[in-house]
């Protein structure tokens, strides 16, 4: 074959094509740069000019709304005339039979509360664990600022320093969690009287610690106490008095008292389980609650509530407040029971029991309360501390062992004083400091106390143990359990 009649390389045959159509070629260069020069000055336009148009409410995060003021938090006053309705609530409704004893009402449910499903022990401590460690997490961060104080040794700290508290409460409160954690029942419980009170006021002190379920040396001790509670609670459909009753004289302060222990833990840690057993809880005070505002035994109706019944209630409902679940009635039944202890407030600034009186036991109850809840040194509040240190230092001494002991009243004055702050706080912090450490007995319990008062504090069995302790080593604890702070 000839050499000539060989294919030619496809690069030899391209160079001879463009070759014979030069003017093709130069077309198509010429209309390629003239094309990438109109896009690139398309594109340039696109980049350096403003759009015709931005969407609307693109400016809600300009330094406008960075600025802006908060709304007023306005808050109506309540007076002497005023009477609101009684809240509409989604919550077990308790209609009075009987009132003619002080000591037991018959009563009966106009509608169930939601049901509270029982929790399987295996996810049970799943869901423990995961509420404490959410809890933990940045210690304090996720609770109220008021609570703050507790979470963590650096804040307890802090804390005892800025009120004036002494090493040799911390080691007190110390003694104190251990003799609880030692004398814990087999079930969880606290006590072989009045479980779910005494089983409530333990949970409470080791809250106040900032202790929870994931707690090194105190964590399986509250989980326990917290099962126990959700067990009884689940059983009973939220009544939280011995055997699920809510009807004589010692179930209201068991119910009111657990319940405050249970929203201040879901508080510390938003532990689901215990959602709708706090919501049914709550609801039976607030549906319980007299039209007087106060509360009564067996959550009677008739007039002249109990401020010590309505002192425990109005702890619960505060403690549900600060829960963030929005349990329908609660602020309008806070609203209520304001009115109520300031029926009972006497000349003096003292609170009474049914009456207007000025009672030294329950005074710290009146001004704790209103104060709890307002917030703010009204002229009730301050005249109620003046009784309390006037009475405390012409009449009725902080002794321990003396007639005059009560550590029902001084549970109440000592968070009373504090939240007042100044002299006020600086007097009885020298009154019960010391002697309340100097009382303890070397096991780290409080032993009976002489003087009659309310509560088994003079019992050396019973309840009596644990109640004296559990009231004292809240008493040590005030200077980091709740914060001193305004709304």
């Excluded at 039209?291 to 401020?307: H, L, M, V």
Aim: proline share 6%.
């Amino acid at each position: 074959m000839d050499a000539s009649s060989e294919p030619k390389p496809f690069i030899k045959r391209l160079q001879e094509r463009l070759a014979a159509s030069r003017f093709f070629t130069f077309s198509l260069l010429l209309h390629i740069i003239i094309v990438v020069l109109g896009g690139s000055v398309v594109l340039f336009k696109a980049i350096t000019e403003p759009p015709d148009f931005v969407a609307q409410g693109g400016d809600l995060l300009g330094d406008e709304a960075a600025t802006a003021a908060p709304p007023e938090d306005k808050i109506q006053e309540l007076t002497q005339t005023f009477t609101p309705e009684t809240p509409q609530v989604n919550a077990p409704s308790i209609e009075a039979i009987t009132t003619s004893s002080t000591t037991q009402t018959s009563f009966k449910l106009s509608s169930m509360p939601t049901p509270v499903k029982p929790v399987a022990a295996t996810d049970m401590s799943k869901a423990v664990a995961s509420a404490a460690k959410s809890a933990m997490k940045g210690l304090g961060k996720g609770v109220p600022g008021a609570m703050a104080g507790r979470m963590g040794g650096t804040a307890r700290a802090s804390a005892m320093m800025k009120f004036g508290g002494k090493e040799k409460a911390e080691k007190a409160v110390m003694a104190g969690l251990r003799w609880l954690k030692k004398n814990q029942s087999e079930d969880g419980s606290w006590s072989p009287a009045n479980a779910p009170a005494m089983t409530g006021l333990a949970v409470l002190c080791f809250l106040g610690h900032g202790e929870l379920p994931d707690s090194p040396e105190f964590g399986p001790t509250v989980k326990r106490g917290l099962d126990w509670m959700l067990d009884h609670g689940t059983k009973h459909q939220g009544k939280m008095g011995s055997g699920g009753s809510i009807s004589g004289g010692p179930a209201v302060y068991e119910h009111a008292i657990a319940t405050y222990a249970m929203a201040e833990y879901y508080t510390m840690t938003k532990d689901e389980r215990f959602a709708d057993l706090l919501r049914n809880s709550i609801g039976y005070i607030v549906s319980g609650q007299a039209p007087d505002g106060g509360w009564q035994y067996g959550f009677a109706k008739g007039p002249d509530s109990d401020t010590s019944v309505s002192g425990w209630m109005i702890q619960a409902l505060k403690a549900a407040h600060l829960t963030g679940l929005n349990i329908s009635g609660v602020d309008e039944a806070m609203d209520k029971a304001m009115l109520n202890l300031k029926r009972v407030q006497g000349d003096k600034g003292g609170f009474g029991y049914r009456k207007k009186e000025d009672r030294y036991s329950l005074t710290g109850v009146g001004v704790l309360c209103t104060y709890f809840w307002k917030q703010d040194k009204d002229a009730s509040v301050r005249k109620g501390i003046d009784f309390i240190l006037d009475e405390t230092e012409k009449n009725k001494p902080v002794k321990y062992k003396s007639e005059s002991g009560d550590l029902y009243a001084w549970y109440y004055h000592t968070q009373a004083c504090l939240m007042f702050g100044g002299s006020a706080w600086t007097k009885w912090n020298r009154w019960f400091q010391d002697e309340t450490c100097d009382a303890q007995s070397p096991d780290g319990s409080w032993p009976p106390i002489p003087g009659k008062a309310h509560g088994p504090q003079t019992s050396p069995e019973g309840a009596g143990p644990y109640y004296r302790t559990t009231l004292c080593v809240l008493m040590l604890e005030v200077f980091y359990r709740y914060m001193p702070i305004n709304k």
